[in-house]
């Protein structure tokens, strides 16, 4: 019994693992989002609101503000990779695409609304394009701003605050650059 125990965890764990051809990379690592485009079929994620997020390089600013932190907090795991705002860093991580589209919930304590948000990357090694990579996340609106409430139902004009929006969005992209970071840097949280 104990062996069957034992070789099933240990399957679980080495299943896992990052698949990233970059495992073990050293060197100078950049993230981009120069040229990204946002679409929202979203009506809580407005015109306005994606506006703001442009002209402010938001997107950008938020996956270079992450990279460091994660190189940082995980310097044990990260050691040899450094951050780089140079576009030809020896890994590139360009961000092409980020779409929020509305998601729906059961939940009636918290009802939202809901961001489905999925970010189309290029990555590049030494230059070169590599592979394009798709990742998501989900946002429950009502959690962001109303978070420390048990019932959170929104007001509309909760739901149509530019800030209310923006901060859920902001919290959207940090689950989706922590998907591509740990990714491809083979970050675990295991001891």
Not at 56 to 85: A, C, H, I, M, W
Not at 133 to 147: D, L, P, Q, W
Request: proline residues 2%; aromatic residues 12%; hydrophobic residues 40%.
């Amino acid at each position: 019994m104990r062996f069957i125990l034992l070789l099933i965890i240990s399957l679980t764990a080495l299943s896992c693992r990052s698949t990233s051809p970059f495992i073990g990379y050293s060197g100078n690592i950049s993230i981009s989002a120069q040229s990204v485009i946002i679409n929202s079929t979203n009506q809580y994620f407005n015109d306005v609101s994606i506006g703001v997020v442009l002209n402010s390089d938001y997107v950008g600013e938020r996956g270079d503000f992450y990279l460091n932190k994660v190189l940082d907090g995980y310097y044990p795991q990260t050691s040899g990779v450094n951050f780089s705002n140079d576009d030809e860093a020896s890994l590139s991580f360009r961000v092409k695409k980020v779409q929020v589209r509305n998601g729906f919930t059961m939940n009636f304590v918290d009802p939202g609304p809901i961001y489905q948000l999925k970010m189309e990357v290029d990555i590049f090694e030494n230059g070169e394009f590599v592979t394009n990579e798709t990742y998501r996340s989900i946002v429950n609106m009502a959690r962001v701003v109303k978070g420390h409430r048990v019932w959170n139902w929104l007001k509309d004009e909760d739901k149509e605050n530019i800030e209310n929006q923006i901060d859920t969005f902001g919290i959207g992209l940090r689950g989706l650059y922590r998907n591509l970071y740990f990714r491809h840097l083979d970050i675990s949280l295991t001891l």
